[in-house]
C-alpha cells in the first residue's frame, strides 16, 4: 500500500488531482486506468513512487521480459521523476483499442538532469490498458 502520501497531496502525474482520487486506485489495483492517458500517467507515477510490480502488470505481456524487475528496481532507485507533460494523445479513449500518448517527463539522476520525450503506445484489452512499446528520445542537460 502506498498510504504515505497525504489524502491531500497532489498526484505525482500533474494532474491537479490529490493522489488518492488520481492514480493511487490503480497503481493500488482497486481500479483500472480508464484510457490510454490515465495509464500513462499512472505509470509515471508508479515510477516515482517505485511501484515496480505495477509496471510491469500494466506492460504488455508479450512485452514483459524475466529481467524487468530487477532493472526497473535500479532505474527507480537512481531516478528522481520531477515533473510530467502531456503533449498529445490519439484514441486511447473507453471504446478504443488502441491509443498513443505523446509525453514529456523530467528526472534527475546522477548528479544531472534531463528530459524523457515519448510516443507511448498503448492497447486495451477486456477493459486493461497496457503499455505497448514507444519512441523514446532522452535529452541530459
Request: hydrophobic fraction near 35%; proline fraction near 4%.
Amino acid at each position: 500500500m502506498l498510504h504515505d502520501q497525504d489524502i491531500t497531496k497532489a498526484c505525482p502525474c500533474n494532474s491537479g488531482k490529490p493522489f488518492r482520487f488520481c492514480c493511487e486506485p490503480a497503481i493500488e489495483g482497486h481500479k483500472p486506468a480508464a484510457t490510454a492517458e490515465a495509464l500513462m500517467r499512472s505509470r509515471y507515477t508508479a515510477f516515482s513512487l517505485g511501484a515496480v510490480d505495477y509496471l510491469i502488470g500494466t506492460t504488455a505481456p508479450e512485452n514483459r521480459n524475466p529481467e524487468d524487475a530487477e532493472i526497473l528496481t535500479e532505474q527507480v532507485k537512481c531516478t528522481n521523476w520531477i515533473g510530467l507533460e502531456i503533449l498529445a494523445t490519439q484514441q486511447g479513449e473507453k471504446g478504443d483499442a488502441t491509443g498513443m500518448v505523446e509525453f514529456e517527463a523530467r528526472f534527475e539522476a546522477d548528479e544531472q538532469s534531463g528530459v524523457l520525450r515519448e510516443h507511448s503506445n498503448f492497447r486495451c484489452d477486456d477493459n486493461q490498458w497496457y503499455y505497448v512499446d514507444g519512441d523514446v528520445e532522452v535529452s541530459i542537460k
